[in-house]
């Protein structure tokens, strides 16, 4: 994750540009512009935002004269729980209401935390400026909270920066004091001395840090043994010299304080950084017009389809209605004219036993003989046949039922009718023999 870290101060705002990874981090870029009258904040922060590439984590590092500190023990080890009940446990300790102030707070040790607040009108004011300047920062917080961050830091030490002098203890910061003038060795012993004598465990030495603590490394006043923290050797790609570490160690532990979570945060509540949340809406809402124009596309395709499909059923079932009528010209119009068809089909097909519907009708022809004046209905449906005519003689009609008696398993003689003029009508069934194979 990239990083542009932005450290303001009175006279001069430095910034570097860290690429920082669980493996390795990188030193993409660095800047120190000198403030005045002429080159003002807003200005110099436009300058930057116009060279600055891809979207890096913005990170403000106000001064700390603007930050206050005190010691809390709580009943309790929950980060968490302890911003909770931090603006309770610190209403009438202060002389400021806690509505005014943004808060945050560090662990030091077992149940016991560093409460940090700040004016909210203050931060407001800084995020104002690089606002205008085109550069907001999604978080603001300073220098000194991330010192335990330094490369090649002890865990037990005091770090003095030349404007802030800081305590350590097992890895996290526990005391800082900022110095409105220019500091000096004097001050720096006194403020050790103070802390002694106030019960506090000073810790075993003092490191020096940046271009402005040079004086003190020879200082003798200074009741701490005197180290000058120096670039790692597997941080020497990042500093080429000493003189980029002593002036960029600081901020590069701010980035490595964000990477982490450690860093404190005072972009909180009402002072919360919201474009990103703007835009992750802008996102979202442009994903879900997308979604909706896919959704409609969808059931404006599937209405095209049904639209389609109902046109050719209804075609279809206009050429089958045709189809019947030519079919069964003198019938009324069916229910289901399929099924009416398929049954006719299935007639016209004949059974397995015979050799067809046409079959039966030549045997039928051939065993009417003479005596039968003519048939004019024959119908056969399964093995069922049923078959009405007219004969001389009720006579020929029994021997036309004997002359079917060999392909008929069964067959019936229904009511024989007279005529005036000797010849009878006649409805003869039976049932087709079964065919062995």
């Known amino acids: 994750m990239d990083y542009l870290i932005l450290q303001a ?22 800047a120190v512009i000198e403030l005045n009258e002429e080159r003002p904040l807003v200005d110099a922060v ?7 590439a891809g979207s ?30 931090l603006p309770a446990h610190l209403q009438g300790d202060i002389a400021l209401p806690v509505e005014e102030l943004a808060l945050e707070v560090m662990p030091i040790g077992e149940g016991q935390f560093l409460a940090l607040w ?89 490191c020096l840090l940046g271009p402005d603590t040079a004086d003190f490394a020879v200082a003798e006043t200074l009741p701490l043994p005197i180290e000058t923290l120096e670039v790692p050797p597997e941080l020497g790609h990042l500093f080429k010299n000493d003189a980029a570490f002593q002036q960029l160690a600081g901020l590069y532990a701010v980035a490595r304080a964000g990477f982490t979570g450690k860093l404190p945060d005072f972009r909180k509540g009402e ?5 990103g949340d703007a835009k992750l809406r802008k996102k979202l809402l442009l994903t879900g017009i997308l979604a909706l124009v896919v959704i409609v596309l969808l059931f404006v395709n599937k209405g ?16 089958i209605a045709a189809i019947y009528r030519e079919i069964f010209p003198t019938r009324t119009k069916a229910v289901d004219e399929i099924s009416e068809v398929k049954g006719e089909i299935k007639k016209l097909a004949g059974i397995e036993s015979s050799g067809g519907y046409l ?24 093995r ?47 049932l087709l023999k079964e065919v062995t194979k």
């Open 359 to 382: 079959d039966i009708l030549k045997k039928v022809a051939e065993a009417k003989g003479n005596s039968i004046n003519g048939l004019y209905e024959a119908e056969l449906e399964g």
């Open 304 to 319: 095209l389809q049904y639209r389609a499909a109902s046109a050719d059923t209804a075609s279809l079932n206009k050429s």
């Open 56 to 85: 890096p984590r913005v990170v403000l590092c106000l001064p700390p004269a603007l930050f206050a500190q005190r010691s809390v023990a709580l009943p309790f080890n929950d980060l968490r729980k302890a911003r909770e009940v």
């Open 118 to 206: 700040a004016r909210k009108s203050d931060i407001s004011a800084a995020i104002a400026q690089f606002r205008e300047g085109g550069i907001e920062p999604q978080i603001v917080s300073s220098l000194p909270f991330a010192l335990a961050e330094l490369p090649g830091v002890p865990s037990d030490c005091a770090v003095c920066d030349g404007h802030t002098l800081a305590l350590l203890i097992g890895g996290r910061l526990t005391y800082f004091r900022t110095f409105h003038s220019a500091v000096s060795a004097k001050m720096i012993a006194a403020t050790l001395s103070a802390l002694e004598l106030s019960g506090g465990t000073l810790p075993p030495r003092l």
């Open 384 to 430: 069922s046949l049923r078959v009405k005519g007219d004969a001389r003689s009720a006579q020929a009609v029994n021997e036309f039922k004997a002359a079917l008696a060999p392909f008929l398993a069964s067959s019936d003689l229904g009511e024989v009718k007279s005529r005036p003029d000797g010849t009878v009508g006649f409805t003869l069934t039976g």
């Open 9 to 30: 101060e009175e006279t001069r705002l430095t910034v570097a540009h860290f690429g920082v990874s669980r493996r390795a981090s990188e030193l993409i870029g660095a």
């Open 46 to 52: 436009r300058s930057i935002a116009e060279k600055m």
């Open 271 to 275: 002072l919360a950084w919201t474009a």
